[in-house]
């Protein structure tokens, strides 16, 4: 079994805190939005009263990898009958046994970010395969929660009933408007994403290619080792585009670092071809920057049309022609017009965006309802 890590209060007056066992693929704090989202939930439920059991699985996931099911299997079997349990999907998805196998003994939850099936770069086969699998371990749980709107109706098309579903949107911290670059410095372009085939930094380089003529500095805050190969692919191709000087890989940030790229940047980029929400669009947007996107996935629900451009993933012109229309006007004069009217509206819809601390009780909410409904009615595995 992996680590544990526990979270939340003792509780008060006597009165024992609400437990629950959170599951996760490997360790927590990994930097990536399912990760922290994860823990900003965790911690948010623990300021809620809750005990939160973490339990960080050891194992290659998704998978399949007999290790990891082996991992769930033992881990589940060691949480308490009758108790709350939520399994992150990039655990469970590939590995559905251990969940019908304890889902009659567990309330069992799953999480689920995007059907791991839906990860850009897989075969169609491997791509099938993935799909039956999760659908079966969909089944078997109590409920589902999801983190936007547009995964619910993907999972109602997996077979996953609306009434197990519920939505708990991420939070977005507060945070000062970007304040740009230092003055006499080109704009700033800003990517923060794990450089991975879904994430499409690949067509993010063939975009600024077409727009080298333009003044631009790009910095790709993400790591470059969950896909090593892939990474080293990108980076020969900024190589061979002659782009070294203008394209920065800063990998993996802490929070301080990251949030001084926000706030050094002019243009927001995440060409990414899908999202089951887009976090890094929502700080943003909270940031009041401009975003230039792709319609891949949740992502045209997370940003309105008003605060971004959006084209279609994968289009490597359409992504540069949004881009320059942002450096640039028809007239020659800098894009700085366009760029303001985003970012106008980007703040103006950051004021509607949920804290973290309204989002775990969104999150609270959901797991109360999913385990309430099917607290004396077996579910079928």
Same mark, same amino acid.
Not at 22 to 28: C, I, M, T
């Given at each position: 079994?992996?680590?544990?890590?526990?979270?939340?209060?003792?509780?008060?007056?006597?009165?024992?805190?609400?437990?629950?066992?959170?599951?996760?693929?490997?360790?927590?704090?990994?930097?990536?939005?399912?990760?922290?989202?994860?823990?900003?939930?965790?911690?948010?439920?623990?300021?809620?009263?809750?005990?939160?059991?973490?339990?960080?699985?050891?194992?290659?996931?998704?998978?399949?990898?007999?290790?990891?099911?082996?991992?769930?299997?033992?881990?589940?079997?060691?949480?308490?009958?009758?108790?709350?349990?939520?399994?992150?999907?990039?655990?469970?998805?590939?590995?559905?046994?251990?969940?019908?196998?304890?889902?009659?003994?567990?309330?069992?939850?799953?999480?689920?970010?995007?059907?791991?099936?839906?990860?850009?770069?897989?075969?169609?086969?491997?791509?099938?395969?993935?799909?039956?699998?999760?659908?079966?371990?969909?089944?078997?749980?109590?409920?589902?929660?999801?983190?936007?709107?547009?995964?619910?109706?993907?999972?109602?098309?997996?077979?996953?009933?609306?009434?197990?579903?519920?939505?708990?949107?991420?939070? +977005?911290?507060?945070?000062?408007?970007?304040?740009?670059?230092?003055?006499?410095?080109?704009?700033?372009?800003?990517?923060?994403?794990?450089?991975?085939?879904?994430?499409?930094?690949?067509?993010?380089?063939?975009?600024?290619?077409?727009?080298?003529?333009?003044?631009?500095?790009?910095?790709?805050?993400?790591?470059?080792?969950?896909?090593?190969?892939?990474?080293?692919?990108?980076?020969?191709?900024?190589?061979?585009?002659?782009?070294?000087?203008?394209?920065?890989?800063?990998?993996?940030?802490?929070?301080?670092?990251?949030?001084?790229?926000?706030?050094?940047?002019?243009?927001?980029?995440?060409?990414?071809?899908?999202?089951?929400?887009?976090?890094?669009?929502?700080?943003?947007?909270?940031?009041?920057?401009?975003?230039?996107?792709?319609?891949?996935?949740?992502?045209?629900?997370?940003?309105?049309?008003?605060?971004?451009?959006?084209?279609?993933?994968?289009?490597?012109?359409?992504?540069? +022609?949004?881009?320059?229309?942002?450096?640039?006007?028809?007239?020659?004069? +800098?894009?700085?017009?366009?760029?303001?009217?985003?970012?106008?509206?980007?703040?103006?819809?950051?004021?509607?965006?949920?804290?973290?601390?309204?989002?775990?009780?969104?999150?609270?909410?959901?797991?109360?309802?999913?385990?309430?409904?099917?607290?004396?009615?077996?579910?079928?595995?």
């Amino acid at each position: 079994m992996g680590p544990l890590r526990r979270h939340g209060v003792n509780g008060a007056g006597g009165h024992s805190p609400r437990t629950l066992h959170v599951l996760v693929p490997g360790p927590l704090d990994q930097r990536t939005g399912g990760y922290i989202y994860d823990g900003r939930m965790i911690d948010g439920l623990g300021r809620l009263g809750w005990r939160v059991v973490v339990h960080e699985l050891d194992g290659a996931f998704p998978g399949p990898d007999a290790r990891g099911c082996g991992q769930l299997d033992s881990t589940l079997a060691a949480v308490p009958a009758a108790t709350i349990a939520l399994v992150d999907g990039l655990a469970s998805g590939a590995h559905p046994e251990p969940i019908r196998r304890h889902a009659g003994r567990l309330r069992l939850l799953t999480l689920v970010h995007h059907p791991i099936a839906d990860e850009t770069g897989r075969a169609s086969a491997d791509r099938d395969r993935l799909l039956a699998l999760e659908r079966v371990a969909l089944a078997a749980c109590a409920g589902v929660i999801v983190t936007s709107t547009f995964t619910a109706t993907r999972l109602e098309a997996l077979g996953v009933p609306r009434a197990r579903i519920r939505v708990a949107p991420p939070g +977005t911290d507060a945070a000062p408007v970007a304040r740009g670059p230092e003055p006499g410095q080109p704009p700033q372009l800003l990517c923060v994403a794990s450089v991975t085939p879904r994430k499409g930094l690949n067509v993010l380089v063939d975009a600024l290619a077409r727009i080298r003529h333009l003044p631009w500095h790009c910095v790709c805050a993400g790591s470059v080792t969950r896909d090593a190969a892939h990474a080293a692919t990108v980076r020969r191709q900024v190589v061979t585009s002659d782009l070294e000087a203008r394209i920065q890989f800063v990998g993996e940030c802490d929070r301080e670092t990251l949030d001084a790229l926000y706030d050094s940047s002019s243009i927001f980029v995440l060409p990414s071809h899908y999202e089951g929400y887009g976090m890094v669009l929502s700080e943003a947007l909270a940031r009041g920057l401009p975003i230039v996107s792709t319609t891949g996935g949740a992502i045209p629900s997370t940003v309105p049309p008003d605060c971004g451009l959006l084209v279609s993933s994968g289009d490597d012109e359409a992504l540069a +022609t949004a881009l320059g229309r942002l450096l640039t006007d028809h007239s020659g004069a +800098t894009g700085s017009s366009r760029r303001a009217a985003l970012s106008a509206a980007s703040r103006r819809h950051a004021q509607c965006l949920p804290t973290w601390d309204v989002a775990a009780r969104t999150f609270e909410r959901a797991i109360d309802e999913l385990t309430e409904l099917t607290r004396d009615v077996p579910h079928s595995s």
